[in-house]
């Protein structure tokens, strides 16, 4: 069973092109959590999702992010006109139920915008 | 407004002797309490939890202690090993909820 995946490891992008960060959840999870670890800092919770649906999105920005869970395939966190400070980590976790206590997390993918 | 706090950035420690990882919270809605360890370029993996309704749980070398009129939990590890030596984020969220709010993490090296 493999874990949860998240594509690619290592992005880079200049200001002002879009980013697509990619996760595929661990088989039989249905529940995808999205996090944002900016340099020196902890993880922010960013965006709950369901299959096809948002569930919690208060930790995303309300410009330029949108995060999707397709009925099929990965989930995907979007950031259109990248800035540099979205430069950061982010992590994928996915999870059987709703519950984020039982959530794995991905390898991550690092952003850095130039 | 940092909801989880852990206020030592890095520790350092001897192989052998016990480690203490400190972390503090303010939302008093918060009954489940997570520390989570992280090797550079990983993801976080779980290590430990505790519900409040304990103040305390153990697993093997790990031992998560919870002060709920404080709201203060630690992290002990002992002996502590140099494998050890990772980011430890302490992290907590409502019973059954579906978001954790996490500390910014502590440092911890352990020397051989």
């Known amino acids: 069973n493999a874990g949860v995946m998240q594509n690619p490891r290592h992005l880079v992008r200049r200001r002002g092109q879009e980013a697509r960060l990619r996760c595929s959840p661990m088989k039989g999870h249905s529940h995808v959590y999205w996090y944002r670890q900016l340099p020196e800092e902890g993880l922010k919770f960013m965006v709950y999702l369901q299959k096809e649906n948002i569930i919690d999105e208060s930790g995303m920005p309300k410009e330029r992010f949108s995060a999707e869970f397709p009925k099929e395939g990965p989930s995907i966190l979007r950031i259109q006109q990248v800035v540099r400070g979205d430069s950061a980590a982010y992590f994928c976790?996915?999870?059987?139920?709703?519950?984020?206590?039982?959530?794995?997390f991905g390898q991550g993918t690092r952003l850095t915008v130039v | 407004d940092q909801q989880v706090k852990q206020n030592s950035p890095s520790l350092s420690v001897q192989e052998g002797r016990i480690s203490i990882l400190n972390c503090d919270y303010t939302n008093s809605m918060f009954d489940y309490f997570l520390w989570y360890k992280k090797y550079p370029a990983e993801g976080p993996t779980f290590l430990i939890s505790?519900?409040?309704?304990?103040d305390k749980n153990e697993d093997g070398r790990f031992t998560v202690f919870l002060n709920k009129s404080a709201k203060h939990l630690s992290l002990h590890i002992v002996p502590s090993q140099p494998g050890d030596s990772a980011v430890y984020f302490c992290a907590s969220g409502p019973d059954a909820g579906n978001m954790l709010t996490f500390g910014g993490g502590t440092r911890l090296m352990v020397k051989p």
């Open positions: 505790i519900s409040s309704i304990k």
């Open positions: 976790a996915s999870s059987p139920q709703g519950l984020n206590t039982e959530a794995f």
